[in-house]
């Protein structure tokens, strides 16, 4: 029998572990079936963008500057000092506007220093995305003008000295993307902008104000060079899926918001910190993970139509774009099939889902895209209009045109309007100068508004519709 004094003691420890077993048994209750599914699914779509950055920042960074266009190290500025060629698949959906100048940045050591010349006048643009695929920083035309600047990038949890004359960019990952753009009027303006890309030089603090040297990669073999990191991921199986986001997210933190999917991926095994391996996980958790992939996939491709309104036969998505807040779904499918998405105050990118009567566009056809005078594309920069193939990439054509843009000596009627021609055919040389080359098969287009006037982002101007027309020839025209 307990002395008094043990019962005393004893007693309250009885009455904890009444109050906390049924807390402990709660918290460990095995998840239903259903909520498994939905779960997964939404874990799948949550990771997707975080899994598309790495693989694409290992095929971009796994090789020595100079061997290939467009891939280097990183810490360091890849210049692109031309349009990307017919056959350029590092990323989907690039424009023909700008020439790109592409770093990765290494933050987990140390601050990194961006240096950007005076562009007198020119726009540029230095989006800086996280691994999560959010724009957190613009440097540029728009928003810090085109004096010389210096940035200063800082990791999470950095809380060291900024140097006098640096403006600090706190970064939310330690690992960041930018895709710098710097106007081009096509390739006899190309030796001007390559001046300005020598500019743009990335420095570890340590080494500001003493010669660095350049940064070298370490070569990774076991790295696919060759297949493009879209495809590498919707083909990825859900075991090394969700085992190589686990170890993303102990690299990179969530945002702040993300909290309440921390908890959730927590039911089926999923912990920040901490690798998954699927093989372990619990059968109910196990089943519904495997079978994510593909639901995530489908889901993307039936709610893309719909993500923003659609005018005229084109999406017109100026909201949750670029930062995306816990609209997962939006995040995942714009990191799919256009991935380093602007904020739209940068730009906006109205997509074709149609033309005038419905039906997908498809070079079996040829079309026109009519602007009134005092209806084009609402601007404080510039716009464009650029054609891909379903996959997002850029179709090879024999004028090796890609897009037709405002700076390019486009003919106007007497009117003072505009027709763009899109077709197969040649409509003949009085009518070129405004021909963008389709393929004979299914493609779409893209609009590029950079720096759009209030109108096109509160949806008071909308691109008119892709009409369908009878195919221009050279011997039709007049």
Same mark, same amino acid.
Not at 76 to 87: L, V
Not at 236 to 261: C, I, N, R, S
Not at 309 to 322: A, F, I, L, S, Y
């Given at each position: 029998?307990?002395?008094?004094?043990?019962?005393?003691?004893?007693?309250?420890?009885?009455?904890?572990?009444?109050?906390?077993?049924?807390?402990?048994?709660?918290?460990?209750?095995?998840?239903?079936?259903?909520?498994?599914?939905?779960?997964?699914?939404?874990?799948?779509?949550?990771?997707?963008?975080?899994?598309?950055?790495?693989?694409?920042?290992?095929?971009?960074?796994?090789?020595?500057?100079?061997?290939?266009?467009?891939?280097?190290?990183?810490?360091?500025?890849?210049?692109?000092?031309?349009?990307?060629?017919?056959?350029?698949?590092?990323?989907?959906?690039?424009?023909?506007?700008?020439?790109?100048?592409? !770093?990765? #940045?290494?933050?987990?050591?140390? $601050?990194? %220093?961006?240096?950007? *010349?005076?562009? &007198?006048?020119?726009?540029?643009?230095?989006?800086?995305?996280?691994?999560?695929?959010?724009?957190?920083?613009?440097?540029?035309?728009?928003?810090?003008?085109?004096?010389?600047?210096?940035?200063?990038?800082?990791?999470?949890?950095?809380?060291?000295?900024?140097?006098?004359?640096?403006?600090?960019?706190?970064?939310?990952?330690?690992?960041?993307?930018?895709?710098?753009?710097?106007?081009?009027?096509?390739?006899?303006?190309?030796?001007?902008?390559?001046?300005?890309?020598?500019?743009?030089?990335?420095?570890?603090?340590?080494?500001?104000?003493?010669?660095?040297?350049?940064?070298?990669?370490?070569?990774?073999?076991?790295?696919?060079?060759?297949?493009?990191?879209?495809?590498?991921?919707?083909?990825?199986?859900?075991?090394?899926?969700?085992?190589?986001? !686990?170890? #993303?997210?102990?690299?990179?933190? $969530?945002? %702040?918001?993300?909290? *309440?999917?921390? &908890?959730?991926?927590?039911?089926?095994?999923?912990?920040?910190?901490?690798?998954?391996?699927?093989?372990?996980?619990?059968?109910?958790?196990?089943?519904?993970?495997?079978?994510?992939?593909?639901?995530?996939?489908?889901?993307?491709?039936?709610?893309?139509?719909?993500?923003?309104?659609?005018?005229?036969?084109?999406?017109?998505?100026?909201?949750?774009?670029?930062?995306?807040?816990?609209?997962?779904?939006?995040?995942?499918?714009?990191?799919?099939?256009?991935?380093?998405?602007?904020?739209?105050?940068?730009?906006?990118?109205?997509?074709?889902?149609?033309?005038?009567?419905?039906?997908?566009?498809?070079?079996?056809?040829?079309?026109?895209?009519?602007?009134?005078?005092?209806?084009?594309?609402?601007?404080?920069?510039?716009?464009?209009?650029?054609?891909?193939?379903?996959?997002?990439?850029?179709?090879?054509?024999?004028?090796?045109?890609?897009?037709?843009?405002?700076?390019?000596?486009?003919?106007?009627?007497?009117?003072?309007?505009?027709?763009?021609?899109?077709?197969?055919?040649?409509?003949?040389?009085?009518?070129?100068?405004?021909?963008?080359?389709?393929?004979?098969?299914?493609?779409?287009?893209?609009?590029?508004?950079?720096?759009?006037?209030?109108?096109?982002?509160?949806?008071?101007?909308?691109?008119?519709?892709?009409?369908?027309?009878?195919?221009?020839?050279?011997?039709?025209?007049?």
């Amino acid at each position: 029998m307990l002395s008094r004094l043990n019962a005393r003691l004893f007693l309250p420890l009885i009455a904890l572990l009444l109050i906390t077993v049924p807390a402990a048994r709660a918290e460990t209750a095995t998840v239903t079936e259903q909520d498994a599914q939905e779960i997964a699914i939404d874990a799948y779509l949550y990771f997707y963008p975080l899994v598309t950055m790495d693989i694409t920042r290992k095929q971009a960074t796994n090789i020595e500057a100079g061997k290939e266009l467009g891939r280097g190290p990183m810490n360091t500025f890849i210049h692109i000092p031309s349009y990307p060629p017919a056959d350029f698949r590092v990323v989907v959906r690039p424009n023909f506007d700008t020439l790109y100048s592409s !770093a990765w #940045l290494d933050l987990s050591k140390e $601050p990194m %220093v961006i240096s950007v *010349p005076d562009t &007198a006048g020119r726009y540029y643009l230095l989006p800086m995305l996280d691994m999560w695929s959010d724009v957190f920083a613009s440097p540029g035309w728009r928003t810090t003008g085109t004096q010389p600047g210096t940035f200063l990038v800082t990791p999470p949890g950095w809380s060291g000295q900024v140097p006098n004359g640096m403006q600090q960019i706190a970064a939310p990952t330690p690992t960041v993307w930018i895709i710098g753009r710097t106007k081009t009027d096509g390739p006899s303006d190309y030796p001007a902008v390559h001046k300005i890309q020598a500019g743009y030089v990335v420095t570890p603090l340590s080494q500001w104000g003493k010669t660095a040297s350049a940064p070298r990669a370490v070569i990774d073999p076991s790295v696919d060079m060759k297949t493009p990191p879209k495809i590498q991921v919707d083909t990825m199986a859900a075991a090394a899926y969700f085992g190589y986001a !686990a170890e #993303l997210l102990k690299q990179h933190p $969530p945002h %702040v918001t993300d909290q *309440p999917m921390i &908890a959730r991926l927590k039911k089926i095994g999923i912990e920040a910190g901490k690798s998954f391996d699927l093989s372990k996980a619990p059968p109910v958790a196990r089943k519904a993970l495997e079978a994510a992939p593909a639901q995530g996939q489908r889901l993307m491709a039936w709610k893309m139509p719909t993500l923003a309104r659609v005018v005229n036969g084109w999406t017109m998505n100026t909201d949750t774009m670029g930062v995306y807040g816990n609209y997962y779904l939006k995040r995942a499918i714009v990191a799919q099939v256009g991935l380093g998405a602007n904020v739209p105050e940068d730009a906006i990118y109205p997509m074709n889902l149609a033309d005038d009567t419905g039906k997908p566009l498809d070079g079996a056809n040829a079309y026109v895209l009519h602007f009134d005078k005092q209806a084009l594309p609402p601007v404080a920069a510039f716009w464009s209009v650029t054609l891909y193939d379903s996959d997002g990439f850029q179709v090879a054509n024999a004028l090796n045109r890609f897009a037709l843009s405002s700076w390019m000596p486009l003919h106007t009627n007497p009117d003072g309007s505009l027709d763009l021609l899109i077709q197969n055919e040649n409509p003949g040389p009085g009518k070129e100068a405004n021909w963008l080359p389709a393929p004979k098969g299914a493609f779409n287009l893209v609009m590029r508004l950079y720096a759009p006037r209030p109108e096109a982002l509160i949806g008071k101007w909308a691109p008119p519709p892709v009409t369908r027309v009878q195919a221009l020839s050279p011997l039709t025209v007049q």
